[in-house]
């Protein structure tokens, strides 16, 4: 339970500086709340009761706040920046994204080393990081499917191809037969990318399968003519000791002579059929694939499709698909709870670095070839 600030009477007068810290934490706490109270307006059932939670502790940390300022607690503050785009965000990107924002918010708490907030809070602001982690990775489990093949797929169309178009671009050749190399670089790199998704998906999802008990062998436990050391080595082979094997299928047998269902319940031996919902389908890999390839190809081709030619095509070239790769890995590094700027950095270092190469091989290629 929060502890309660000291009173106006016992309390000295604050200053400037905290008024001004005291009334920051009073606006983040009750955009926080507003974020968790807008999150559950769009869910249902557990979760939602788990989201009007957090918004009730985040009211209550915000009460603190509000008794600790005072009078200084009016005019109220104003609305923070987070707090008047993450319900923008939750429309645009769906609860996974504001989830994953407010776990970083949550992270990010200067509770624990602020002597003005109660040991209590600092060990609410922990534990709702927890609960925000555990919301978020459900959703992060739901997209991962899809959202592996999508960011790799715009990714390699972007690095690819404006590698491909840098380095013909670099030996000399003209604009036309440049624009014509990247979209043949689209359209192949796609195809080529759908294919490899396809295939990729399809043989993990055959490898699992193969792995997963036949459903209907419970189903014949009745009627064995084994004894219960033989039904036994079923259960040693998918990891039990020997006498633990030997107690289950002592259990199952008993119980086959009494009632067919309870055997089938007691065995497990042909499970419910696997969800592969963090592999997702192959069809829907390979769609996402094909798609955010040609997204991500398209752009270093840009300059080259409205009429820009030479340096000032490549300079064009080389920034858009910074700009894209910059806001990928944030994206990423948002969806994971880092922060968005490392991530960013990275996917921009990784395209230039392959993009320099090529360019410099043409370089090469173009000065020996004249």
Not at 237 to 243: L, S
Not at 270 to 294: H, Q
Not at 338 to 361: C, D, E, F, N, V
Request: net charge negative.
């Amino acid at each position: 339970m929060t502890s309660a600030p000291q009173s106006p009477e016992t309390a000295a007068a604050p200053s400037r500086t905290q008024i001004k810290h005291w009334r920051r934490h009073l606006a983040e706490e009750r955009a926080e709340g507003k974020v968790y109270r807008d999150l559950a307006m769009r869910r249902e059932g557990e979760e939602r009761e788990i989201l009007l939670g957090l918004a009730e502790a985040e009211a209550r940390h915000e009460r603190y706040w509000y008794e600790l300022l005072g009078p200084h607690a009016h005019p109220a503050p104003r609305q923070t920046l987070r707090g008047a785009i993450m319900p923008l965000l939750a429309r645009l990107f769906g609860s996974v994204f504001v989830l994953a924002l407010a776990q970083r918010s949550e992270q990010r708490n200067d509770y624990e080393i602020d002597a003005d907030a109660s040991s209590a809070m600092a060990a609410d602001e922990r534990i709702h990081s927890e609960v925000v982690r555990s919301l978020a990775a459900r959703h992060r489990q739901r997209l991962s499917g899809t959202l592996r093949p999508a960011i790799f797929g715009v990714n390699d169309g972007l690095v690819s191809n404006l590698s491909l178009v840098l380095g013909v671009g670099a030996t000399g050749i003209s604009t036309h037969a440049i624009l014509l190399t990247g979209l043949t670089g689209l359209l192949a790199g796609a195809l080529s990318m759908a294919a490899g998704e396809f295939i990729s998906v399809r043989s993990q999802i055959e490898l699992l399968e193969a792995s997963t008990p036949d459903p209907g062998t419970g189903e014949v436990v009745p009627a064995l003519d084994v004894n219960a050391n033989e039904l036994a080595l079923i259960y040693r082979a998918r990891g039990e000791d020997e006498h633990e094997a030997v107690a289950h299928a002592k259990l199952v047998l008993s119980a086959a002579n009494i009632d067919p269902r309870s055997a089938r319940q007691i065995s497990h031996i042909g499970d419910e059929a696997p969800n592969y919902e963090e592999i997702g389908t192959a069809k829907r890999a390979a769609l996402s694939s094909f798609v955010l390839f040609s997204v991500g190809a398209i752009i270093p081709c840009l300059p080259y499709l409205v009429g820009l030619s030479g340096m000032v095509a490549v300079a064009a070239s080389a920034l858009l698909v910074g700009a894209a790769l910059c806001l990928t890995g944030g994206a990423v590094g948002v969806l994971s709870g880092k922060a968005p700027l490392p991530s960013a950095m990275r996917q921009l270092a990784i395209g230039y670095g392959a993009a320099t190469i090529t360019y410099l091989l043409g370089l090469a290629f173009g000065t020996s070839a004249s």
